[in-house]
């Protein structure tokens, strides 16, 4: 190839105006796109609760470190694990947070975080002998990232307006939940229906003692620690066109599929969106159970409203996704959203595993040489020598079986390390 070739395949000279365009288009995701919200409930027992913060901030004072919490709690067997979670949740979640740190890096440590703040609210709840139990499906909206935490059967959606439906959370509902029976009946758990007079079984699925029909909650003193607190965790990172989440209680998906949910409010406001979808929940099936909605727009910077995107085809666009998921998850992705290029899938795990969860690398050592838990962020001094590897000589001893592995998680205190044994069934535990 000459010379004179090769100098006219150089692209031509580009205008200053059109670079700058370029470069205004392509910051479009970075800024952050605006939140808009509606709320609509219908009591039967006045069990259900929510958690509507707008405005939170990363960095307290810091404006541009702003972010929003979304949360539903439906409690069973009285209201106080409800009102415990919603009050204590996020303050638990933000304390698992490393200070000083970017917001890249406190997006990566959310799901950790996450995990670490739901066992924290249920060992303090715990510990006030009260035995009610809540579902919570608790969302993080930092710009385009949405991270959804959830235990129970409370869900969250999310609708392009026309691009796809999908499910961010999953149910641990027993008799929907094969691989949850199986682990709780590994833990010590028995799971079967409700025998009445006459060895007649009826209801759904239940776990024995205690008679749950969920495989995890906050709170349920009363049944056995099998019945655990870690959360199905999903990140995702939409596209600049946006998106609208539905965030509902049961008595919402008792009564509508997650297309139909969205399909019904779509095109509206969020705050008549929500009032629709409990009104079409309530024609269809009745007021049966406590039913709640929250409806959550993430609205591009130009837009007053949320732009409604063509149904894209299937393996057109494949997007990137970052993030190792867990081979053994116990959630397998239900809805395969970046095969369709709306969605940027971050991160996804289900496991009731916390040596799964935490990972090895959390920071655990303050200044003053002692290790600060990871879940409860209590600093204790090292027990036995000094490192944390102590610890997992301490914990494969006596009273785990042979079978088991020595933990070789992040420094756990005392009483998060004994309630991680009896969560896995390595101690008796019954009731909690
Ligand atoms: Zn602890």
């Avoid at 947070?97 to 799901?111: D, M």
């Avoid at 999953?170 to 929907?176: G, S």
């Avoid at 969020?270 to 959550?296: F, H, I, N, P």
Wanted: charged share 25%.
């Amino acid at each position: 190839m000459s010379r004179t070739e090769i100098s006219r395949m150089r692209p031509p000279l580009v205008p200053l105006a059109t670079l700058i365009g370029r470069e205004l288009r392509n910051s479009d995701k970075t800024e952050k796109p605006s939140i808009r919200y509606g709320q609509a409930a219908l009591a039967k027992k006045g069990e259900d609760y929510f958690l509507i913060k707008p405005d939170c901030q990363r960095i307290p004072g810091n404006p541009a470190s702003s972010f929003s919490v979304f949360a539903i709690f439906d409690g069973h067997n009285g209201i106080s694990a409800a009102i415990f979670a919603k009050e204590n949740l996020l303050n638990h979640v933000m304390s698992a947070i490393p200070q000083g740190i970017s917001r890249e890096e406190w997006l990566q440590a959310l799901p950790r975080a996450l995990v670490a703040g739901f066992v924290k609210t249920d060992i303090e709840f715990q510990r006030k002998g009260e035995t009610s139990g809540t579902t919570v499906t608790f969302v993080v909206i930092d710009g385009w990232t949405v991270t959804v935490a959830s235990v129970g059967d409370s869900r969250c959606i999310l609708d392009t307006q026309g691009g796809v439906v999908s499910l961010l959370t999953v149910d641990h509902r027993l008799e929907e939940n094969a691989e949850e029976r199986e682990r709780v009946t590994k833990s010590g758990g028995e799971v079967g229906r409700l025998n009445v007079y006459g060895g007649t079984e009826v209801g759904p699925l239940r776990c024995w003692p205690g008679g749950l029909c969920l495989s995890r909650s906050i709170g349920d003193t009363d049944v056995g620690e099998f019945i655990v607190p870690i959360p199905h965790v999903k990140q995702v990172k939409l596209s600049n066109a946006g998106g609208r989440l539905i965030i509902a209680s049961d008595g919402i998906w008792d009564a509508l599929s997650s297309e139909m949910a969205a399909k019904s409010c779509r095109g509206l406001p969020a705050e008549l969106a929500a009032k629709l979808v409990v009104k079409e929940a309530l024609r269809s099936r009745g007021l049966k159970d406590d039913t709640t909605c929250l409806v959550v727009d993430i609205i591009p910077p130009e837009h007053s409203v949320l732009p409604s995107t063509p149904r894209k085809k299937q393996n057109v666009i494949s997007s990137f996704i970052f993030g190792k998921r867990s081979q053994n998850s116990i959630n397998k992705l239900t809805n395969k959203l970046s095969s369709v290029g709306v969605v940027e899938e971050l991160f996804e795990e289900g496991s009731a595993m916390l040596s799964e969860r935490l990972g090895k690398d959390f920071p655990q050592k303050t200044n003053s040489g002692q290790f600060r838990c990871a879940i409860c962020q209590v600093d204790e001094p090292p027990t036995d020598g000094s490192e944390v590897q102590s610890a997992k000589c301490a914990n494969s001893g006596s009273f785990y079986s042979p079978t088991s592995k020595p933990w070789e998680g992040p420094f756990l205190c005392t009483s998060c390390r004994t309630k991680m044994d009896a969560m896995e069934g390595k101690r008796p535990s019954q009731p909690k």
